[in-house]
C-alpha cells in the first residue's frame, strides 16, 4: 500500500503556506485524479459529499489519503472523511492556517535555538506549550533527544 514518506510530511509541518502542499503521491494515484467535478470533495450538499465518498471508496491510497490529512486538512473530504469526521476521530480540531502557521514559527524558533522563555514570550503562549512542541518535535526526530 502506497504510503507518505516522512520527508513530505516533515517538510509539510513546516510549510509556511495558508493551505498544506497535497502530497505528489495523491496528486498521481488518487481515484479523484482527472474527476472533472472537484468541487464535491468541498461541499456541503449530502449528495454532494456522497458521490465524493464512493470514489474515496475506490480509491488504491485512501488510507494514505486519511493518514495526510488528519495531519494537515481542515477543509474537505480526503480519504473518504469530512473535515468534522476528522476532527471527532481525532479527538480535537485540525489546525486552521493561522495556527498552522504560528505552529511552523514556534517549531522554527525552537530550532534556530531560542530559549523557551523567549519563544513563549514572543508567541504570546505559556512555557509548557513550548515544551511540549520539543518534546513532539524528538517524537518525530525534528530535535535531537
Ligand atoms: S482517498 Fe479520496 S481524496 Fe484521497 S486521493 Fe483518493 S479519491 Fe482523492
Known amino acids: ?15 509556511s503556506a495558508d493551505i ?13 485524479v482527472g474527476y472533472p467535478d472537484l468541487e464535491v470533495f468541498f461541499s456541503d450538499a449530502p449528495l454532494d ?3 465524493a465518498k ?5 480509491c488504491p491510497i485512501a488510507a494514505a489519503c486519511h493518514s495526510y490529512a488528519m495531519a494537515n486538512e481542515r477543509y474537505g473530504i480526503w480519504g473518504n472523511t469530512t473535515a468534522e ?13 493561522e495556527e498552522r502557521r504560528e505552529s ?13 522563555a ?11 506549550t513550548v515544551y511540549r512542541y520539543k518534546r513532539k518535535m524528538r517524537e518525530q526526530g ?3 533527544a
Not at 498544506?20 to 479523484?32: E, I, K, M, N, Y
Not at 464512493?54 to 475506490?58: K, P, T, V
Open 85 to 97: 469526521e476528522r476532527e471527532a476521530a481525532a479527538g480535537m480540531s485540525i489546525l486552521t492556517p
Open 104 to 116: 511552523a514559527s514556534i517549531q522554527s524558533a525552537i530550532l534556530q535555538g531560542m530559549k523557551v
Open 20 to 32: 498544506a502542499r497535497v502530497p505528489r503521491s495523491l496528486h498521481q494515484q488518487g481515484a479523484c
Open 54 to 58: 464512493s470514489i474515496c471508496a475506490q
Open 49 to 51: 459529499i456522497a458521490t
Open 1 to 15: 500500500m502506497p504510503t507518505l514518506t516522512t520527508s513530505s510530511r516533515t517538510s509539510l509541518s513546516f510549510h
Open 142 to 144: 525534528l530535535l535531537a
Open 118 to 128: 523567549d519563544i513563549a514570550a514572543k508567541f504570546c503562549v505559556c512555557d509548557r
